[in-house]
């Protein structure tokens, strides 16, 4: 349920509106607009809940929220999520390229790779310490030293850091050392995790699940926002299909259905999204088009002997030829349509 406040309530009729809500056992999150405050209400609603909040002074009307997730929705937070590390915008218009190895490998290997996204104008380094691997005989990362190198990067080049965390017990070093910790597609429900990173105060980067539905990542960024961290970014990955010619299939119209549905900022990684380094800029410039908040991109000072993911990694002359289609693709939406979605009627 959502109280819309009248334009001129008071902050008196405010606080009334949710200091009953406690009262009645159910949690306010009160969400400031230009034009008037919303307050959502969490809990279980009764029918005597909506009649009785619909008499109170200062109260506009009450809203349903249709959706089984509620923080992450458009219907109880309107207005786009700006998540800000270090400077850089995710989501509300500007383009985020996050960029990097998919293993750190190395303090030369990463130090290099930052450079050169550096240069080319990526504004997020990436680079995986702690690695999911299908197979157990696979490079797993190298764990606390690959945060450090990554640390050490971002010193030297001043760009904010990405990486993932795979369990509760590595959470505490990931969020000393990352700006943005991220939750990988085979952690998307690890709701234990989800919880924990939700009650830490880094922004989130939260992969959408091998096999899930929209609705399931939502409800999956809903258990983050329930903690009380409201730095939420999503990322589409490509999702398992019938189809071999790629490694995974990049749901791009998962862009616009999101930005629907969600105030979060999604980003689309082209690189776990087709396998294959050739496909990825042609998914990246896709994905601007549709309207994506930011890219991941995986690149590697030399692809065909990275660690992991080599055969999906761009080299730097590729990376930063990416970074020229896609920047012209960026300055012509946001010199004629604007950016995303929401400029489009119902
Ligand atoms: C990654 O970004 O390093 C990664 C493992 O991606 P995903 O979780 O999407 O497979
Ligand atoms: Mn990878």
Redesign the pocket.
């Known amino acids: 349920m959502i109280v819309v406040m009248k334009a001129d309530a008071t902050e008196e009729q405010l606080d009334a509106v949710k200091r009953r809500i406690v009262e009645e056992g159910l949690r306010p999150s009160v969400v400031e607009g230009a034009e008037r405050n919303i307050v959502g209400v969490l809990g279980t609603i009764t029918r005597d809940h909506e009649s009785a909040f619909e008499g109170m002074s200062g109260v506009l009307q009450i809203l349903r929220v249709s959706r089984p997730y509620k923080l992450a929705s458009r219907e109880f937070h309107p207005d786009d999520t700006v998540v800000e590390v270090g400077g850089v915008k995710i989501g509300g218009g500007d383009l985020a390229v996050m960029a990097g190895p ?1 293993s750190v490998e190395s303090q030369e290997q990463v130090l290099n790779t930052a450079r050169a996204v550096k240069a080319a104008g990526g504004n997020i380094l990436r680079g ?1 310490a702690f690695k ?1 691997r299908t197979s157990p005989y696979s490079f797993r990362g190298l764990g606390v030293e690959g945060l450090k190198y990554l640390a050490k990067a971002r010193d030297e080049t001043g760009l904010p850091v990405i990486t ?1 965390v795979m369990t509760i017990e590595d959470l505490p070093a990931v969020s000393e050392f990352a700006d943005i910790v ?1 939750i ?3 952690n998307m429900q690890n709701f234990n995790l989800l919880d924990a990173a939700g009650a830490q105060s880094r922004p989130v980067m939260l ?1 959408r699940g091998l096999s899930s539905t929209i609705e399931e990542w939502l409800l999956a960024a809903e258990y983050i926002l329930n903690q009380g961290n409201p730095n939420v970014i999503l990322c589409e ?1 490509g999702v398992r299909t019938f189809e071999t010619a790629t490694r995974n299939t990049l749901d791009i119209s998962a862009v616009p259905v999101v930005q629907k549905l969600s105030h979060l900022p999604i980003v689309c ?1 082209p690189s ?1 999204g087709t396998g294959k380094w050739y496909l990825v800029p042609a998914m990246a410039a896709a994905s601007v088009a549709a309207g994506a908040d930011g890219l991941m991109v995986e690149v590697h000072p030399d692809p065909d002997h990275a660690k992991s993911d080599g055969g999906q990694s761009l080299t730097f002359e590729n990376f930063a030829l990416l970074m020229e289609r896609v920047r012209a693709l960026a300055n012509v939406a946001a010199g004629t349509v604007p950016a995303g979605n929401s400029q489009f009627g119902e």
Do not use: V
């Open positions: 998919c995986g999911p993932e991220q990988g597609a085979r992969k990955r990684d776990h």
